[in-house]
């Protein structure tokens, strides 16, 4: 299995030393896209409010997707992949702070990592598809079940900022021994996704964590949809900044929450609130290994 792509990564990837630097031209298009990002992410938070979502508690997520899966789902949570890769992911938060070029509001909530790693476990995928990189915390968790269930790979598309030392930090939550799992795509999620999307095939799982704007999580969640496998699952963060995972509703998913509680054990800082969004697709949410 191909061990990682990455525009401009070569033997050093992200996370261990930055890699090859792009040449201008993708530098340029690159600052371009980063600008445009946070000019529409400033409109919109200036023009709209948060959408009123109806929530539910982290527990009674957990509930339903015993329910769902037809099985305990909280052994899974207690398992000592999933722990280990906590306890390493909020040590590395720890000891990077000083000299951190991202905001470690950008790493994942530890709800959130629980929720990719629990999905990865139940559904055993082939494909998980993700956007939004930084440290790479979601990454880990991810390919920390991946390892767990002995098949399946992580593609990222991440468009990471362009700050001084920003390479050395991307992605450097995932341990060396779980990057054979991981192909990571350097760019905007609309520029990459379309081709992506069309290798791919289809995925197992989407979590979408990178531009949280209405026009973003639109074309994300519309690309991603026709092309995820019956049964298969879409997580987003910070859903409530507006109404894109309401209209995924529309498609009528077999179990759709918005999750909102306060996380326990933070991987970073003091304990957050926390928001996102779970979506299923009608069809059996069982291992797809039977379908392929």
């Known amino acids: 299995m191909e061990r990682m792509i990455a525009y401009g990564a070569g033997p050093d990837g992200p996370g261990e030393g930055g890699g090859k630097v792009p040449p201008l031209s993708r530098r340029l298009l690159d600052g371009l896209d980063l600008l445009g990002g946070h000019l529409s992410a400033a409109l919109e938070r200036l023009l709209s409010g948060r959408h009123p979502y109806e929530t539910v508690g982290w527990e009674r997520a957990l509930v339903d997707l015993e329910v769902l899966f037809g099985r305990e789902v909280r052994p899974v949570l207690r398992e000592s992949a999933l722990l280990e890769t906590e306890g390493r992911v909020r040590a590395l938060l720890r000891d990077i702070r000083r000299e951190d070029p991202f905001l470690q509001r950008w790493a994942a909530d530890s709800l959130l990592a629980r929720c990719c790693y629990l999905l990865c476990r139940l559904l055993r995928p082939r494909v998980v598809l993700e956007t939004g990189v930084a440290y790479g915390v979601s990454s880990a968790f991810i390919l920390a079940a991946l390892q767990e269930n002995g098949r399946g790979e992580l593609h990222s598309v991440d468009l990471p900022p362009l700050r001084p030392r920003a390479g ?5 939550a995932v341990p060396e021994r779980l990057r054979g799992r991981w192909r990571l795509h350097r760019g905007a999620s609309r520029r990459v996704l379309p081709g992506l999307l069309e290798e791919l095939g289809e995925v197992d799982l989407f979590l979408h964590d990178s531009l949280h704007t209405l026009q973003n999580m ?3 969640l ?28 529309g498609r009528g998913p077999l179990l759709w929450r918005v999750i909102s509680d306060r996380e326990r054990r933070p991987l970073h800082g003091p304990p957050a609130p926390v928001v996102f969004g779970l979506a299923v697709k ?4 069982a291992a797809p290994s039977a379908r392929r």
Request: aromatic share 12%.
């Open 222 to 249: 519309g690309a991603v949809w026709p092309r995820l496998r019956p049964g298969g699952a879409v997580l987003a963060d910070d859903v409530e900044r507006n109404a894109a995972f309401a209209e995924l509703r």
């Open 218 to 220: 639109r074309f994300e």
């Open 282 to 285: 009608p069809g059996s949410p």
């Open 168 to 172: 050395r930090f991307w992605g450097i």
